[in-house]
């Protein structure tokens, strides 16, 4: 059954209320779990997933591009094109010089993109990093002509200070250039400050829609972590006990349990249901590395929090 989709920013796109996070493919998940993810996520209603050139660059033996890959394999056995609201980005290091936002090496990145993905267009083109050594106006105009040429619908941006996204946006409302639809910042139930001081005013003020990563920081709202001696768990233990591991953080990690419990859900599932409650936000993106990790994803975009649950979390997650 799908799930009501929401716009995104000015867009043609109407995406489900959560994306995938599409790093796992490839790297945390294979070639079979990595089909049977996306067809899941297809068959539960959702229609957006979320990668990027250099998924997954930084494991052992990968070059980049092999996120996509497995992407462009799915969607040629499966035929299901149609069905996807697809999203990658440009701009980290490939290597050999390719990196940044120079409009040569853009329309040299989206072609590989595409050849990679197996499709004719990319629903949603993302600058990975801002490149400020590159004006607006040529990296606006390049997405512009990309979009005119069919290859992209709308083109996002992800990781930029709230300074540099107003620019971007004012140059391209002077200009009558192509525009950021969406932003891809950190935000979640721990990381607010920045978001919510900085970029959120922006966003509704122009009408920019977001798809935040790190849904659950980096698992640690899960309640994976909740002493140092879990830091093995993962890989990104030791960065996650580093940065959330403290009296706030099991603060929050209390008020999850205790909404949790009270409405028969996991952590995490609570965690993603208060993020779709949040101004601007179009749909957090968050990753699974197999079927029931993905199913409870599911469980999260239907969970309805009453007001007693906002305000267990927000009182716990304030700063």
């Not at 867009?11 to 493919?25: E, T, Y």
Request: charge should be neutral; hydrophobic fraction near 40%.
């Amino acid at each position: 059954m799908s799930l009501p989709t929401r716009q995104l920013g000015r867009s043609p796109l109407q995406v489900s209320p959560l994306c995938f996070g599409g790093n796992v493919f490839g790297w945390t998940a294979d070639e079979a779990m990595s089909f049977s993810l996306l067809d899941a996520w297809i068959d539960a209603g959702m229609n957006f997933v979320d990668t990027a050139d250099v998924y997954s660059r930084w494991a052992p033996g990968h070059a980049g591009g092999e996120s996509e890959t497995l992407i462009g394999k799915w969607l040629r056995k499966s035929g299901r094109r149609e069905h996807l609201v697809l999203a990658t980005k440009v701009g980290k290091d490939m290597g050999d010089g390719r990196v940044g936002l120079h409009p040569r090496y853009i329309r040299q990145a989206v072609d590989a993109s595409l050849q990679r993905l197996r499709t004719d267009y990319i629903d949603l083109y993302q600058t990975h990093d801002d490149d400020p050594g590159i004006p607006f106006e040529d990296v606006m105009g390049t997405f512009g002509e990309l979009i005119r040429e069919g290859k992209v619908r709308a083109v996002g941006a992800s990781n930029y200070s709230a300074g540099r996204l107003a620019q971007a946006l004012e140059c391209s409302e002077k200009h009558g250039l192509a525009r950021y639809e969406s932003l891809q910042p950190l935000y979640n139930l721990y990381d607010r400050a920045v978001f919510e001081q900085d970029l959120q005013p922006l966003c509704e003020k122009h009408g920019v829609g977001v798809i935040n990563f790190y849904a659950l920081a980096a698992g640690f709202l899960a309640g994976k972590y909740r002493t140092e001696a879990d830091v093995g768990k993962s890989a990104r233990g030791p960065k996650t006990v580093g940065l959330y591991l403290n009296a706030r953080g099991l603060g929050i990690l209390d008020a999850l349990d205790s909404v949790a419990a009270r409405l028969d859900a996991k952590p995490s599932e609570v965690a993603i249901a208060w993020l779709l409650t949040r101004k601007t936000i179009a749909a957090p993106i968050a990753s699974a590395s197999n079927l029931d990790q993905l199913q409870s994803l599911v469980r999260a975009a239907r969970l309805r929090l009453d007001e007693d649950a906002l305000k267990v979390l927000d009182e716990a997650s304030a700063q």
